[in-house]
């Protein structure tokens, strides 16, 4: 999922062309063409269900079996559960991270990265 996005951690998110309000409304009501699999670009501005995010939860099941792996009913159903997850997951990630600058965004991870620092030393030194 995170190869189909172009992301290789879930920061990653906030530079990915996510769907908009508009694109979603247009193929719900049937104006617009489906999203497409490869880049991904999920709606993750709601966190509630949408047709957009499912389609693409149904093509990501297909693309997964055209990878040669193959699924019974209740595996898809239990990638299906972890694919609406991971979605909510980088929802909340990119919510977070679009209410920030990048200015401080850096500030951010520069003091999260020097308690990391500090709480490894703490268990080296035990």
């Not at 149904?58 to 239990?78: A, Q, S, V």
Request: glycine share 6%; charged share 40%.
């Amino acid at each position: 999922m995170n190869h189909l996005m172009g992301i290789e951690n879930d920061k990653g998110i906030s530079g990915v062309d996510c769907a908009t309000e508009e694109e979603v409304e247009e193929y719900e009501e049937g104006i617009a063409a489906a999203p497409e699999l490869s880049p991904m670009r999920p709606y993750l501005n709601s966190t509630r269900r949408t047709d957009w995010n499912d389609i693409l939860c149904e093509m990501f099941i297909e693309h997964i079996e055209d990878e040669g792996t193959e699924l019974t009913r209740g595996n898809k159903e239990t990638v299906e559960k972890m694919f609406h997850d991971r979605l909510d997951r980088l929802g909340r990630t990119w919510r977070e991270l679009g209410r920030f600058s990048s200015e401080e965004l850096k500030e951010r991870e520069l003091r999260s990265n020097q308690l990391a620092r500090r709480n490894t030393r703490r268990i080296d030194v035990s």
